[in-house]
T-cell receptor, first 113, second 114 residues
Framework: DQQVKQNSPSLSVQEGRISILNCDYT??????FLWYKKYPAEGPTFLIS?????DKNEDGRFTVFLNKSAKHLSLHIVPSQPGDSAVYFC????????????FGTGTRLKVLA | DGGITQSPKYLFRKEGQNVTLSCEQN?????MYWYRQDPGQGLRLIYY???????QKGDIAEGYSVSREKKESFPLTVTSAQKNPTAFYLC?????????????FGDGTRLSIL
């Protein structure tokens, strides 16, 4: 049972345009969410996070939006750059029970020059 | 320069052999984790340790073992009991094992069966 889902395995965007990566979750107890970026042959790198008390968090070109009622979060990258081409994972955790992260399957973003 | 070092980058194992993957961190983090990644799947938690001399099973611990004798080291042994060990293994650490702590990852070890 996949509690965190990234339904788009890949996405292509023109340089300078907006990239929107989506993530859905099923467990309403999740209250902290993160996005990671992963280049080939490297480990994931933490990008941005959001807690459930917020609906938006911004860091430079990256903004994460959280819609708790829809159990949906999205990562916006504006403007997209060729160096943003990577696999993006969302992850979720809960303060109740054993602390750990549940990861989505990832979305491969390709930014076209 | 602080970080997490995983070695080796590539590892080959004959069937029936145990093999140990190394993970060392110099970030002074209390918590460490081992994940497995298979094609088309997210990262799945194998084992985690929130403090030295203590560790807990994750979602897919069968066929694996760990130790945490030192704060900076968290080796993972893939035993012969793991029937499908071919995968990409990632080690991570966080400052504490508490809520809201991003995890820092190593560059992974790819294990293949000969």
């Amino acid at each position: 049972d996949q509690q965190v889902k990234q339904n788009s395995p890949s996405l292509s965007v023109q340089e300078g345009r907006i990239s929107i990566l989506n993530c859905d979750y099923t467990n309403s107890m999740f209250d902290y969410f993160l996005w990671y970026k992963k280049y080939p042959a490297e480990g994931p790198t933490f990008l941005i996070s959001i807690s459930s008390i917020k609906d938006k968090n911004e860091d430079g070109r990256f903004t994460v939006f959280l819609n708790k009622s829809a159990k949906h979060l999205s990562l916006h990258i504006v403007p997209s750059q060729p160096g943003d081409s990577a696999v993006y994972f969302c992850a979720a955790s809960t303060t109740s029970g054993t602390y750990k992260y549940i990861f989505g399957t990832g979305t491969r973003l390709k930014v076209l020059a | 320069d602080g970080g997490i070092t995983q070695s080796p980058k590539y590892l080959f194992r004959k069937e029936g052999q145990n093999v140990t993957l190394s993970c060392e961190q110099n970030l002074n983090h209390d918590a460490m984790y081992w994940y497995r990644q298979d094609p088309g799947q997210g990262l799945r938690l194998i084992y985690y340790s929130q403090i030295v001399n203590d560790f807990q099973k994750g979602d897919i611990a069968e066929g694996y073992s760990v130790s945490r004798e030192k704060k900076e080291s968290f080796p993972l042994t893939v035993t012969s009991a793991q029937k499908n060990p071919t995968a990409f293994y990632l080690c991570a650490s966080s400052l504490t094992g508490g809520w809201g702590q991003p995890q820092h990852f190593g560059d992974g070890t790819r294990l293949s069966i000969l």
